[in-house]
């Protein structure tokens, strides 16, 4: 499985229902759990982003599936980056 941040900002709409933030996460938990994926950690943040998760995917592709199907309901706008491990790093590495 890849690991993946995801980073999320709320829209105009999101912040309008900010209070039933707490129920999406868990129905965006469900979701990606259904497809394959898990949410492994969950982190509300201040600054420029107001959310950030931690996720296992089995591709790069179904990564970006769930991604847009979250934006799609309008309430975040994200932006998603593969994160290596340290040891998928040292192999990177050692390949130079």
């Given at each position: 499985m890849a690991t993946f941040v995801v980073l999320a900002?709320?829209?105009?709409?999101?912040?309008?229902?900010?209070?039933a933030?707490?129920?999406r996460l868990e129905a965006v938990k469900k979701g990606f759990h259904s497809k394959g994926a898990?949410?492994?950690?969950?982190?509300?943040?201040?600054g420029e982003f107001d959310?950030?998760?931690?996720?296992e995917a089995p591709s790069?592709?179904?990564?970006?599936?769930?991604?847009?199907?979250?934006?799609?309901?309008?309430n975040v706008r994200t932006e998603t980056l593969r994160a290596f491990t340290?040891?998928?790093f040292r192999k990177i590495v050692a390949g130079i």
């Open positions: 900002r709320y829209t105009h709409q999101g912040v309008e229902h900010v209070k933030s707490p129920e898990e949410v492994k950690a969950f982190y509300n943040l201040m959310s950030i998760l931690i996720v790069a592709e179904l990564m970006a599936q769930l991604a847009l199907g979250v934006e799609s309901k309008g340290e040891e998928e």
